[in-house]
């Protein structure tokens, strides 16, 4: 992989999650960007895996996908060494689903934004909060009492 | 403060002296990149970096990691006759003599979490270039090196040799350095950080070539050897955007301030030369410490890292 081509902006590696988000990191992508489209948030630590070693520093990375998809493609990029201003996410419009870490086991599961969850790992009763962590890519959620 | 004892000084080439210092007891251990506080007279002290522990294997001894419980203290001292006496007292010191020291302190440390160092030296600066190199050389690091040097006058090019071996490129010529910085930094691989102990010249062409190759910020670090002087008498800043007041004190920068407010300002070379700290001045004079704003751009600019407000001023800021 050559250096950055420094005359423009960064060049950027955009992982997609889902065919909509691939649909949509395409008509937002520039001819030197690399596309990765993947079935699952949880494919992203591979394609990271595998790409990574491949680019210069310089480049950045960019999640696309639910807000819960593009924030674990983030968390995976920052466990990976990427620092924060290196990574972006482009959410899609359907934000009112996040993933919510349990306060409790440390489970992660999907919810919507606006509705009281169960941690499917533990089954405590989470209420979803408006704190989101970048490196856990998810709200917490916090037990209720 | 540490009470040491000079056990041998060496004159490892013209006008660098190199000073071995003990205790009485253990000596505190050190990160790579850790420099001392040296008193060189009563209550003023210079920072001096810790170089690795020689040895006949090489540059450091293998079974422990360089500055974990050190036997010695290693110091490299360039002499400044036209200094204010901190290095020609070291030059003057004989095996025997006391010194008294800080604890060493850690403002250049390498960052854990990188694939791959580059690290930058010029001069006098290769010593904690050289803590860096023993370091990585030691835990197997990926790193490489880049020595500007004067042919002849750059202590420890020898041990950073043996160190780095075909990852040291070394330039004795001015105008090879932007052409071998662009080649380091354009094909450094994904997650490197850049470091760079020298003049300031040399500090603000490798933020610069690191800019040039979207390197963010934060992979940019840099130990100036000649400080632009940050301290002075206190003032407020006032930011606009929040309507927040950071009061700075005499003994910290505008930067310090603005950081120990939790305040986010952009920075890069802490030390006025490479611009990236610059930030609007809505009101109030300013006393510019900087090298790299010209006499047009001061009007309405600061650089955070040096710069103050004038005696008495008030400055506001667009942050």
């Known amino acids: 992989m050559p250096g950055p081509d420094v005359s423009g902006p960064p060049p950027r590696l955009v992982l997609a999650v889902g065919e ?51 924030a674990a493609v983030r968390a995976a990029a920052l466990a990976r060494g990427a620092l924060g201003e290196e990574v972006t996410v482009w959410p899609l419009d359907d934000s009112w689903r996040v993933r919510v870490h349990c306060g409790v086991c440390h489970h992660q599961g999907e919810s919507r934004r606006d509705a009281l969850a169960a941690c499917p790992a533990c089954g405590t009763a989470l209420a979803v909060s408006d704190q989101e962590s970048r490196v856990h890519g998810a709200v917490l959620g916090v037990p209720r009492a | ?78 002499l400044r006759p036209d200094g204010e006496g901190g290095s020609r007292r070291v030059h003057a010191l004989a095996p025997g003599d006391r010194v008294r020291a800080t604890p060493p302190r850690s403002s250049f440390p390498p960052v854990g979490t990188a694939a791959h160092h580059v690290l930058v ?33 750059t202590p420890h ?37 850049v470091y760079t102990c020298g003049p300031p010249g040399l500090i603000a062409a490798v933020a610069a070539t690191a800019r040039r190759a979207h390197w963010v910020a934060d992979r940019v670090h840099a130990e100036p050897f000649v400080h632009a002087p940050a301290t002075g008498t206190p003032f407020t800043a006032v930011l606009r955007r929040s309507g927040r007041e950071v009061a700075v004190g005499a003994g910290e920068s505008l930067l310090d301030a603005l950081d120990r407010a939790g305040v986010a300002a952009p ?22 410490r900087d090298t790299v704003l010209g006499d047009d751009e001061r009007d309405g600019h600061m650089a955070l890292c040096v710069s103050r407000a004038a005696v008495g001023e008030t400055v506001e800021l667009q942050l």
Do not use: K
């Not at chain 2, 050190?70 to 360039?78: C, G, K, R, T, V």
């Not at chain 2, 030369?273 to 009101?283: I, K, N, R």
């Open chain 1, 20 to 70: 909509r988000a691939g649909a949509a990191a395409a008509e937002r992508c520039a001819a030197r960007d690399r596309v990765r489209v993947v079935v699952s948030a949880d494919d992203a630590a591979t394609v990271l895996d595998a790409e990574l070693p491949r680019l210069t520093t310089g480049w950045r990375i960019v999640g696309v996908g639910t807000t819960a998809d593009a």
């Open chain 2, 1 to 78: 403060m540490l009470e040491l004892r000079v056990a041998d000084v060496a004159t490892p080439c013209a006008g660098v002296r190199s000073v071995t210092l003990v205790g009485d007891g253990p000596l505190p251990s050190y990160p790579p990149g850790a420099h001392v506080g040296l008193e060189w007279a009563p209550g003023r002290l210079n920072p001096y970096s810790l170089t690795p522990t020689p040895s006949p294997r090489g540059p450091t001894p293998r079974d422990l990691p360089p500055g974990l419980d050190p036997e010695e203290y290693h110091l490299s001292i360039a």
């Open chain 2, 121 to 153: 030296a010029g001069g006098i600066g290769v010593t904690p270039v050289l803590a860096h190199a023993a370091w990585h050389a030691f835990w197997g690091n990926s790193f490489e090196v880049l020595l500007v040097q004067r042919p002849g006058v």
């Open chain 2, 157 to 193: 090019a020898a041990d950073l040799r043996a160190l780095a071996g075909d990852r040291l490129a070394r330039a004795t010529d001015r105008t090879a350095v932007p052409a071998l910085l662009d080649e380091a930094l354009r094909g450094a691989p994904w997650n490197s950080h």
């Open chain 2, 267 to 288: 920075r890069l070379c802490r030390q006025g030369v490479c611009g990236e700290c610059v930030t609007e001045v809505a009101a109030g004079r300013v006393e510019h």
